[in-house]
T-cell receptor
Framework: SQQGEEDPQALSIQEGENATMNCSYK?????LQWYRQNSGRGLVHLIL?????REKHSGRLRVTLDTSKKSSSLLITASRAADTASYFC??????????FGQGTRLTINP | DTAVSQTPKYLVTQMGNDKSIKCEQN?????MYWYKQDSKKFLKIMFSYNNKELIINETVPNRFSPKSPDKAHLNLHINSLELGDSAVYFCASSQEGSVFRETQYFGPGTRLLVL
């Protein structure tokens, strides 16, 4: 199994701005998942994009996947203070194990 | 209603002690996991059980022993606790055979501090 690597490690923006986080991985995948972790809480599944999809939307979230570059991005539009959290990507090869990286720590400033 | 619950939420103990963390899920899932998150926020899988059978066992010291009395419960027992065991331990579950099987649902975590 492989680990996704999120970039940047930390991101601080003003409320209302868009936040973009990136994820890179090394080998072929079945899907890639994004999770959010609020401080002191467990991970919450945000969105899953399959290897044959290029873009997916869920509310203010937009995820892209470029399998040729082995990368994904998570865009949060019109950010809110409640979006402050760590965001993890998890490339999934089909086995039941998910391997998480260190995450991107997103801070939304009021 | 709580989907994946863990007890205790906090656990402070001395080196050398034995402790257990309990996990229960009411989602009807058949697969459960234990993860360890260290101080640098890396989240690493330790074990996975499917219908009470061990299917993933990462390189974890044998001081850690998972036990699944039924598919809704996966407990983690740790013997002879060491300072390096201090971390946040997360339980998770998913449903094998479902289109959503890749999605995992996490508990709130158990913060273990070994003194």
């Amino acid at each position: 199994s492989q680990q996704g690597e999120e970039d940047p490690q930390a991101l601080s923006i003003q409320e209302g701005e868009n936040a973009t986080m990136n994820c890179s991985y090394k080998t072929s995948i079945n899907n890639l998942q994004w999770y959010r972790q609020n401080s002191g809480r467990g991970l919450v599944h945000l969105i899953l994009i399959r290897s044959n999809e290029r873009e997916k939307h869920s509310g203010r979230l937009r995820v892209t996947l470029d399998t040729s570059k082995k990368s994904s991005s998570l865009l949060i539009t019109a950010s809110r203070a409640a979006d402050t959290a760590s965001y993890f990507c998890a490339p999934h090869e089909g086995a039941q194990k998910l391997v998480f990286g260190q995450g991107t720590r997103l801070t939304i400033n009021p | 209603d709580t989907a994946v619950s863990q007890t205790p939420k906090y656990l402070v103990t001395q080196m050398g002690n034995d402790k257990s963390i309990k996990c229960e899920q009411n989602l009807g899932h058949d697969t459960m996991y234990w993860y360890k998150q260290d101080s640098k926020k890396f989240l690493k899988i330790m074990f996975s059980y499917n219908n009470k059978e061990l299917i993933i066992n990462e390189t974890v010291p044998n001081r850690f022993s998972p036990k699944s009395p039924d598919k809704a419960h996966l407990n983690l027992h740790i013997n002879s606790l060491e300072l390096g065991d201090s971390a946040v331990y997360f339980c998770a579950s998913s449903q094998e055979g479902s289109v959503f099987r890749e999605t995992q649902y996490f508990g709130p975590g158990t913060r273990l501090l070994v003194l």
